[in-house]
């Protein structure tokens, strides 16, 4: 699946000290399970977030793409205004905020109620992956990303909500 990332490519390049050179080792050899339509946004993340190591970066989009696959619970019916969607943004927050001063990306969460009843594990890491989804579609890659999460409304019932297999 091609996604053309809103990020300026030339900015988030010299931003973070990458080559397009190196996109060309990330795709030649082709690595087995990755889409040969992923964009050099695309890898432009993945480079930036293995530290520009080509080896560790190939490594990391195979274990994704598999991951992906073998994950479809946490991968895949990602529309936002789908009910079970709906349902985890109206008992939960979840906010990109600005980038720090270091230009680390910012994600924020937190439970709106301590209801644990509202809470569903697989539905709440399915959002909170489109929210940092959100950050790398319009921040490009970063030096890396800060998580902030407020326990405040976190009780061990909530623990009775995850689903192992996942």
Sequence with gaps: MEHDLGFDLTEALEREG?????FKALRYPPIEGVPSTITDKQLACFLDACDKNI???RKVL????EARKNGPELFNNRDPLTAP?????????????PTTPSGYSVVFHRLKNSRSSNYH??????????????CLY????????????D????????????????
């Design 18 to 22: 990458l080559s397009r050179e190196d």
């Design 55 to 57: 080896d560790e970066t």
């Design 121 to 134: 594990f697989d539905e709440a890491i399915k959002t909170y992956f489109m929210t940092i989804d959100s």
């Design 62 to 65: 195979k274990i994704y793409y």
């Design 85 to 97: 969607i709906q349902q985890c943004l109206q008992n939960q927050d979840y906010f990109p905020l």
């Design 151 to 166: 326990m405040k409304n976190v009780g061990l019932m909530h623990l009775t909500r995850i689903n192992m297999s996942s």
């Design 138 to 149: 319009t921040q490009g890659p970063r030096p890396g990303i800060i998580f902030l999460f």
